[in-house]
């Protein structure tokens, strides 16, 4: 008997996980989600895309255990149609189908425990192809966090590596270090093979897995200490991330004086003056009258300059004159100007 199509209906598919429809109103967002969903012009193409063809990716969602208390003190489950799920990946598609007046939308229900849901929750939206630094400091995070939990409770993260690798991976200092690696062999065809494999921090492991390097990685994560008002200025490209860096070190009242600086002075720290202000605030402090200070010096790219294009003035000299003695020629005749006119 073929099954009735709606939410209380789950078909089982070669992997064992279950799909079918699930209403909107019955979907939770993701707990401390980092992407931003928004309806910008983005949103309301995918929104039309939806309203013409449906929603042709299901979401991936994971079941929220819950229980509905009776009188009699005893809790029951809930049934199919009360249950509420929790949106691992499909933020964008689900308030694109709410958008464009959908009820329902199909997913895919994976029995994820909270580590699990956040690598594939992170993983599923860093695929995007653009993602503010906001998004990606806190998703790195998360992701960082939920490795080293899975670590804890299973084995080290081990990667595998060639055998000409072997000798240079696993000896330090002229002294084996066989027993912090790992092998395993098998047969193909009758021939025996080995592969070995070596523990690897988990910061490694992520750079491998999204394609950065782990500096990069630690400044993206380093933003996460930033105020929501700077990290809004990173993400609005006002601030350089090299210098919110260097201000994520900051305490966060010394950060609340900043901005405050910055809004009403309407200046950004260099990255210079970013680390001066880092410096300051581990060794004595950070004063509001040091930020108004440091913020109040001349930059280099603040100072006036006149530029006169080059093919307004090339025909007053000499064919063989260098940019250099152009410059000095110039200056030679406004001193001249200038004792003449000015005195």
């Not at 991936?60 to 509905?68: A, D, E, F, N, S």
């Not at 939308?105 to 993602?131: C, G, K, T």
């Not at 070596?198 to 990685?217: D, F, M, Y």
């Not at 581990?282 to 509001?288: A, I, T, V, Y």
Request: glycine fraction near 4%.
């Amino acid at each position: 008997m073929k099954a009735k199509k709606g939410v209380s209906s789950f078909a089982n598919n070669d992997h064992g996980l279950q799909s079918g429809m699930i209403k909107i109103s019955n979907l939770r967002d993701f707990s401390c989600h980092p992407f931003k969903v928004v309806k910008d012009a983005a949103m309301y193409e995918l929104m039309e895309s939806i309203r013409q063809e449906g929603v042709l990716v299901p979401l991936l969602v994971r079941p929220v255990r819950m229980k509905i208390e009776t009188r009699g003190g005893e809790g029951k489950l809930m049934d199919e149609k009360e249950k509420e799920y929790e949106i691992i990946a499909g933020h964008r598609r689900k308030t694109a189908a709410e958008w464009a007046g959908l009820r329902e939308v199909p997913a895919i229900v994976r029995d994820l425990d909270d580590d699990q849901a956040v690598i594939a929750m992170v993983d599923s939206n860093l695929q995007r192809e653009q993602l503010l630094p906001s998004e990606k400091a806190y998703a790195y995070k998360m992701r960082l966090e939920a490795m080293k939990h899975q670590g804890r409770r299973l084995n080290p993260a081990m990667v595998q590596i060639e055998p000409k690798e072997v000798s240079s991976s696993i000896e330090k200092n002229g002294e084996s270090t066989e027993k912090d690696a790992g092998s395993k062999s098998f047969q193909t065809d009758g021939v025996q093979h080995t592969r070995t494999y070596v523990p690897v921090r988990s910061n490694e492991l992520l750079a491998r897995q999204v394609g950065e390097n782990v500096n990069q990685i630690k400044r993206y994560i380093r933003l996460t200490y930033l105020i929501p008002q700077i990290l809004r200025m990173v993400d609005e490209k006002r601030l350089a991330l090299t210098s919110a860096v260097e201000i994520s070190f900051l305490k966060e009242e010394e950060q609340y004086d900043l901005y405050a600086v910055m809004d009403l002075e309407q200046t950004i720290p260099s990255l210079s003056q970013a680390n001066r202000m880092k410096r300051m605030s581990q060794q004595k402090g950070l004063s509001m009258d040091d930020i108004y200070t440091i913020l109040g010096e001349e930059k280099p790219n603040q100072r006036e300059q006149v530029k006169i294009p080059l093919n307004r003035i090339r025909q007053y000299f000499p064919k063989d004159f260098t940019p250099a003695q152009q410059v000095d020629l110039i200056e030679t005749l406004l001193a001249g100007w200038a004792t003449e006119h000015l005195q």
